[in-house]
């Protein structure tokens, strides 16, 4: 069963259930009503034979076996502003779109067996709520990070030191959901993102100086020379 819904669910609350956090945020609303799993707790517990065939050969997660929710959370809560239940369905909501939508009877009925630190099945509304909470947190996040980025706040080695460490992080989420890269790979990942953010940090430099007065020397700075580097020879003139 296919189930496919954008937005955030009427009166639906957000799909949370403990998450400790070392520190001070918004208290979570509670959780939805959510079914146990049979078996759920003991990872030597065979599947059922009704699980399907897509559902037992899902392998994403494999190295959390034996890892707990709250550890998953912790370390995603010390590094991002996504909770485990947010990755975990986020991830799957990615892996099981159909051309019709996305599969989230499937993942909420079979999430125990999909993802190791999960214990309860979900409905598709709780799958939908914990989609619709991811989208909306990475869309802010950006937004944070973007403006960061053109305010002219950070200087262009501090950026780049920024952006190493989120790197850092979300390469070892990719690993951990079984993408392997190499350190080819790594790097060249690394220089794109890098240039990238030049020029971000050019393009917006040149926004916020297009078309405005120097307040030091009354020249009159255009976008395309906002960021040129002065010509040596005329710097002595």
């Known amino acids: 069963m296919t189930d496919e819904a954008d937005g955030r669910p009427d009166g639906e609350p ?3 259930s403990a998450d400790p956090s070392p520190t001070p945020r918004d208290p979570e609303p509670a959780e939805p009503a959510v079914e146990r799993a049979a078996g759920a707790d003991d990872p030597t517990t065979p599947m059922a034979p009704d699980v399907p065939e897509d559902v037992r050969k899902y392998d994403r997660f494999k190295k959390m076996d034996g890892a707990t929710y709250d550890r998953a959370n912790d370390f995603l809560r010390d590094r991002t502003y996504i909770t485990a239940r947010e990755w975990a369905i986020a991830r799957l909501c990615a892996d099981f779109r159909t051309e019709t939508g996305v599969e989230m009877t499937k993942i909420g009925e079979n999430l125990p067996h ?7 099945t979900y409905t598709p509304q709780a799958v ?6 991811f989208k909306d947190k990475v ?11 053109m305010c ?11 952006m190493y460490e989120v790197t850092e992080v979300a390469k ?13 790979e790594e790097l060249a990942a690394e220089d794109r993102i890098s240039e990238v953010m030049r020029e ?3 393009s917006s430099a040149a926004l916020r100086h297009d078309h405005v ?3 030091e020397c009354g020249h009159h700075i255009d976008s395309e020379e906002a960021h040129e580097d002065p010509d040596p020879a005329s710097a002595d003139d």
């Open 172 to 184: 070892f989420l990719l690993e951990v959901e079984g993408v392997e890269l190499t350190v080819e």
């Open 200 to 202: 971000v940090r050019e």
């Open 14 to 16: 957000d799909v949370d």
């Open 139 to 149: 869309r802010k996040s950006g937004a944070t990070f973007l403006y960061g980025a």
């Open 213 to 215: 007065t120097c307040p």
């Open 152 to 162: 002219d706040f950070y200087t262009a080695e501090e950026l780049d030191e920024l």
């Open 114 to 120: 999909l993802v190791p630190f999960m214990t309860d």
């Open 128 to 133: 939908n709520q914990a989609r619709a909470s």
